[in-house]
């Protein structure tokens, strides 16, 4: 589990909150998930990520790229997705006990009628979906890639997302992809009878495969 530097890294203890433990297993798929991320850039500069995954489709948000993820800032974050984000199928959130993840910000889901459950301290399983997801960033993105300053991070890892959401395939999706899982699998067709376009993203790094109209 990632988080800022233990200078603003103070856990609280959070006892009006549930334990991430009392989800019941029939909405399990209701949960969306944060956390931070971090990368240092080409001058050893710190900066962070916070991003969101929706359990039940995979679906990844970035939520915002700072070098100072203070509280105020991370409720910004939360505010701003919420904006663009349909809550309908959401009822719970799982965050960690780290000091950005305040009361304002877990108000700002609670307004949206979701239900805040903290993680407890040191255990990343808990938040498990999302750790394997910033896992993939890191091996399939950031450790292949240097990092110049926030816009740089912002840039790559919007259009590793939109990637990530609509063409990487998901083992626990049945090989499908985020967007995929919520429409349905296409249906099948013959590749011997079309031709296939090849598409490098991210300076060749990744590469996209589709049916050439």
């Known amino acids: 589990m ?6 603003r890294n103070r856990s609280r203890p959070a006892p009006q909150r549930a334990d991430v433990e009392a ?5 399990a798929e209701h949960i969306v998930a944060v956390d931070f991320l971090h990368v240092d850039t080409i001058n050893l500069k710190r ?3 916070l991003v969101l995954l929706e359990h039940r489709s995979r679906r990844a948000h970035l939520l915002g790229v700072t070098a100072n993820p203070t509280g105020e800032w991370t409720t910004q974050a939360a505010r701003n997705v919420l904006m663009d984000t349909d809550t309908t199928n959401m009822n719970f959130l799982i965050g960690d006990r780290t000091g950005q993840f305040t009361d ?12 805040v459950l903290k993680s407890p301290p040191q255990a990343p399983k808990a938040n498990a ?14 450790d292949r ?5 926030e816009q740089h991070l912002r840039r790559t890892l919007t259009r590793y997302l939109e990637h990530y959401n609509k063409a990487r395939p998901h083992r626990g ?14 249906p099948p067709v013959d590749l011997a009878s079309h031709r296939i376009h090849h598409r490098t993203i991210l300076g060749g790094l990744i590469n996209e495969y589709q049916i050439a109209n």
Do not use: K, W
Not at 23 to 27: E, L, M, N
């Open 23 to 27: 989800i019941p297993d029939p909405q």
């Open 173 to 186: 999706l049945g090989q499908l992809s985020p967007s995929q899982a919520e429409t349905g699998p296409p």
């Open 47 to 49: 900066i962070y990520a």
């Open 2 to 7: 990632e988080h800022p530097e233990p200078g």
């Open 104 to 115: 304002a910000f877990d108000t700002v889901f609670a307004d949206a009628g979701l239900r």
């Open 145 to 149: 890639t240097l990092i110049l300053n």
């Open 129 to 142: 979906h999302c750790e394997r997801m910033i896992g993939t960033l890191r091996r399939e993105l950031l």
